[in-house]
């Protein structure tokens, strides 16, 4: 059994890993380093966990959210598939079962909102949690003056804080998302994430869930 250690260790997930952050900083993206990996790895599984899936399932989600965003050392663009068919190549070497590691490539090739649908417990758990990561710390332009950075630098700049929950008895998952109103209205986010929310509905509703939206304590969704 593949655990999630031996993942993280492994010298080939490092150097693309490191390449990947290295190509997005030089696109000017926000942060999708170890740091994004890690959170989105984490989420996916308490989701799936919360939800009272399989230890199996909770295990194959965590290991898609840490490799979701490999593809980035390829391309930004199409980085779903490339990144989905490099993890199956790597997760095969480490002596995952067929069967899981094209669970874990399917997840992975459909996180991203341009193509992307939950066909699956992983893959819905794996956009949930990929689109609740919204920080200021994942912005790495160097921003001097907030009102001329672009609106994915602002957005992000005025997270203070994201996370999900989840009511298994009322079947709603929830993303909470703390916003600094001064920097950023709440309309912004919505210019550039409708699309991310709308996936995350449809992820929610897959696993037999409302998805609710609660940015500074209002119930926006």
């Known amino acids: 059994m593949l655990e999630l250690s031996i993942l993280k260790s492994d010298s080939e997930v490092e150097a693309i890993m490191t390449m990947s952050e290295k190509q997005i900083e030089a696109l000017g993206f926000t942060e999708h380093s ?3 990996a890690s ?3 984490k989420w996916s599984g308490d989701i799936l966990r919360a939800l009272g899936k399989s230890d199996e399932c909770v295990r194959l989600a965590e290991i898609a959210g840490y490799l979701h965003d490999i593809g980035n050392c390829i391309n930004r663009k199409d980085h779903a598939q490339t990144g989905a068919i490099l993890a199956y190549q790597i997760l095969k070497r480490l002596g995952l079962d067929y069967s899981e590691a094209a669970e874990v490539m399917m997840a992975i090739g459909n996180h991203d909102e341009q193509y992307g649908v939950p066909v699956s417990e992983v893959s819905a ?9 919204v920080h200021k710390s994942r ?4 921003v001097t003056n907030v009102s001329l950075a672009n609106i994915h630098d602002r957005v ?3 997270a203070e804080r ?8 009322g079947a709603v998952i929830t993303l909470h998302i703390e916003i600094d109103t001064a920097i950023c209205p709440v309309i912004d986010y919505f210019e550039i994430y409708f ?4 996936l995350c509905r449809r992820a929610a509703e897959f696993l037999s869930c409302r998805f609710s939206l609660i940015i500074n304590g209002v119930t926006l969704l």
């Open 34 to 36: 170890k740091r994004h």
């Open 39 to 41: 959170i989105v790895s």
């Open 125 to 133: 758990a794996l956009i949930l949690a990929d689109k609740a990561d």
């Open 139 to 142: 912005v790495k332009n160097n």
């Open 156 to 158: 992000n700049l005025a």
């Open 162 to 169: 994201s996370f999900i929950t989840v009511d298994r008895a």
């Open 195 to 198: 699309n991310r929310m709308k």
